[in-house]
Protein backbone atom coordinates (compact mmCIF):
# COMPACT_ATOMS: atom_id res chain seq x y z
CA UNK A 1 0.00 0.00 0.00
CA UNK A 2 2.66 2.51 0.67
CA UNK A 3 4.30 2.10 -2.82
CA UNK A 4 0.89 2.47 -4.17
CA UNK A 5 0.62 5.49 -2.41
CA UNK A 6 -3.03 3.97 -1.36
CA UNK A 7 -5.56 5.85 -0.17
CA UNK A 8 -7.83 3.98 2.37
CA UNK A 9 -11.19 6.21 3.59
CA UNK A 10 -14.47 4.55 5.21
CA UNK A 11 -16.04 4.14 8.19
CA UNK A 12 -15.66 1.72 10.66
CA UNK A 13 -18.00 0.09 12.65
CA UNK A 14 -17.23 1.08 16.44
CA UNK A 15 -17.22 -2.56 17.83
CA UNK A 16 -14.69 -3.27 16.16
CA UNK A 17 -12.35 -1.53 18.31
CA UNK A 18 -12.74 -4.10 21.14
CA UNK A 19 -10.51 -2.26 23.89
CA UNK A 20 -11.78 1.23 22.71
CA UNK A 21 -15.70 0.15 23.71
CA UNK A 22 -14.22 -1.34 27.13
CA UNK A 23 -13.97 2.69 28.10
CA UNK A 24 -17.22 3.61 27.08
CA UNK A 25 -20.71 3.83 27.73
CA UNK A 26 -21.69 2.69 23.87
CA UNK A 27 -20.27 0.68 21.20
CA UNK A 28 -22.86 1.89 18.65
CA UNK A 29 -21.28 4.31 16.07
CA UNK A 30 -19.19 4.35 13.19
CA UNK A 31 -15.24 6.24 13.17
CA UNK A 32 -14.76 7.85 10.13
CA UNK A 33 -11.24 7.37 8.89
CA UNK A 34 -8.97 8.03 6.11
CA UNK A 35 -5.53 6.85 6.06
CA UNK A 36 -2.99 7.63 3.28
CA UNK A 37 0.28 5.29 2.91
CA UNK A 38 2.40 7.31 1.20
CA UNK A 39 6.71 7.31 1.01
CA UNK A 40 9.13 9.98 2.12
CA UNK A 41 12.87 9.72 1.09
CA UNK A 42 13.32 6.19 1.97
CA UNK A 43 10.40 6.24 5.14
CA UNK A 44 6.92 4.58 4.88
CA UNK A 45 4.76 6.63 6.21
CA UNK A 46 0.81 5.99 6.90
CA UNK A 47 -1.08 9.57 7.85
CA UNK A 48 -4.33 9.42 9.51
CA UNK A 49 -7.33 10.85 10.52
CA UNK A 50 -10.23 9.67 12.17
CA UNK A 51 -13.24 10.97 13.75
CA UNK A 52 -16.20 9.31 16.13
CA UNK A 53 -18.51 10.68 18.41
CA UNK A 54 -18.27 8.16 21.86
CA UNK A 55 -20.38 8.22 25.21
CA UNK A 56 -18.62 9.01 28.40
CA UNK A 57 -20.27 9.11 31.85
CA UNK A 58 -20.18 12.54 32.88
CA UNK A 59 -17.78 12.48 35.73
CA UNK A 60 -19.84 15.52 37.30
CA UNK A 61 -23.57 14.33 36.73
CA UNK A 62 -22.93 10.81 36.28
CA UNK A 63 -25.06 11.16 33.04
CA UNK A 64 -24.00 10.32 29.52
CA UNK A 65 -21.98 12.77 27.54
CA UNK A 66 -21.39 12.57 24.08
CA UNK A 67 -17.73 13.64 23.19
CA UNK A 68 -16.77 13.88 19.87
CA UNK A 69 -13.16 12.91 19.00
CA UNK A 70 -11.24 14.47 15.97
CA UNK A 71 -7.92 12.74 16.04
CA UNK A 72 -5.02 13.37 13.25
CA UNK A 73 -1.56 11.21 13.44
CA UNK A 74 1.16 10.14 11.51
CA UNK A 75 3.45 6.99 12.14
CA UNK A 76 6.64 5.79 9.68
CA UNK A 77 6.83 2.17 9.05
CA UNK A 78 9.44 0.61 10.58
CA UNK A 79 10.63 -3.46 10.25
CA UNK A 80 12.17 -3.67 13.47
CA UNK A 81 12.79 -2.45 16.72
CA UNK A 82 15.94 -1.53 15.93
CA UNK A 83 14.53 0.54 13.10
CA UNK A 84 12.62 2.40 15.20
CA UNK A 85 15.01 3.61 18.47
CA UNK A 86 17.10 5.12 15.41
CA UNK A 87 13.99 7.55 14.49
CA UNK A 88 14.09 11.13 15.17
CA UNK A 89 12.45 11.96 18.76
CA UNK A 90 9.62 13.73 18.13
CA UNK A 91 8.40 10.57 15.54
CA UNK A 92 6.16 7.89 16.17
CA UNK A 93 6.77 4.55 14.52
CA UNK A 94 5.33 1.32 14.15
CA UNK A 95 6.95 -1.86 14.13
CA UNK A 96 5.35 -4.14 11.03
CA UNK A 97 5.89 -7.77 11.35
CA UNK A 98 5.78 -8.57 7.92
CA UNK A 99 4.38 -6.73 5.49
CA UNK A 100 1.06 -7.19 7.33
CA UNK A 101 0.08 -3.76 9.44
CA UNK A 102 -3.62 -3.85 11.83
CA UNK A 103 -4.87 -0.80 10.55
CA UNK A 104 -8.08 -1.48 13.03
CA UNK A 105 -5.28 -1.50 16.18
CA UNK A 106 -3.50 1.48 14.87
CA UNK A 107 -6.33 3.71 14.77
CA UNK A 108 -7.64 2.09 18.16
CA UNK A 109 -4.32 2.98 20.19
CA UNK A 110 -4.87 6.61 18.88
CA UNK A 111 -8.13 7.08 19.69
CA UNK A 112 -7.39 5.53 23.24
CA UNK A 113 -4.62 7.75 23.94
CA UNK A 114 -6.73 11.00 22.73
CA UNK A 115 -9.59 9.70 25.28
CA UNK A 116 -10.18 12.67 28.06
CA UNK A 117 -8.44 11.89 31.39
CA UNK A 118 -11.88 13.15 33.43
CA UNK A 119 -14.45 13.69 31.33
CA UNK A 120 -17.42 16.60 32.11
CA UNK A 121 -19.97 18.27 30.03
CA UNK A 122 -19.22 21.97 29.42
CA UNK A 123 -21.22 24.14 32.11
CA UNK A 124 -24.11 24.64 30.28
CA UNK A 125 -25.35 21.33 29.42
CA UNK A 126 -24.29 19.61 33.12
CA UNK A 127 -26.62 18.39 35.64
CA UNK A 128 -24.66 18.52 38.31
CA UNK A 129 -24.97 21.97 40.20
CA UNK A 130 -27.47 20.38 42.58
CA UNK A 131 -25.19 17.85 43.34
CA UNK A 132 -21.74 19.83 43.64
CA UNK A 133 -23.20 21.98 46.04
CA UNK A 134 -24.21 19.00 48.38
CA UNK A 135 -20.56 18.04 48.36
CA UNK A 136 -19.40 21.87 49.13
CA UNK A 137 -22.43 21.65 52.36
CA UNK A 138 -20.68 18.53 53.66
CA UNK A 139 -17.08 19.51 53.05
CA UNK A 140 -17.97 22.94 55.31
CA UNK A 141 -19.63 20.46 57.86
CA UNK A 142 -16.33 18.17 57.94
CA UNK A 143 -14.41 21.02 58.78
CA UNK A 144 -16.24 22.25 61.75
CA UNK A 145 -16.15 18.61 63.41
CA UNK A 146 -12.16 18.00 62.98
CA UNK A 147 -12.30 15.01 65.64
CA UNK A 148 -14.97 13.41 64.67
CA UNK A 149 -13.26 11.07 62.61
CA UNK A 150 -10.74 10.66 65.55
CA UNK A 151 -13.31 9.82 68.49
CA UNK A 152 -14.63 7.25 65.22
CA UNK A 153 -10.92 5.78 65.49
CA UNK A 154 -11.65 5.36 69.77
CA UNK A 155 -14.15 3.60 69.32
CA UNK A 156 -12.59 1.06 67.18
CA UNK A 157 -9.40 0.34 69.01
CA UNK A 158 -11.94 0.39 72.09
CA UNK A 159 -13.61 -2.24 70.95
ZN1 LIG B 1 -22.51 16.41 33.63
Redesign the pocket.
Known amino acids: MVSDRTILQGSIALNRFSRLVQLLESNQGNVQTRLEFKKIEKQALIVGEASVEVSLI??????M?KYPMEIGFQQILVNSNLALSQLDQGQDGLVVEGELVELVDLIEDELIISLPMVS??GEA????EVELHKTSDEDVRDTHRPFAALSRMHEDTDN
Request: net charge neutral.
Open positions: CQACMKLRHECES
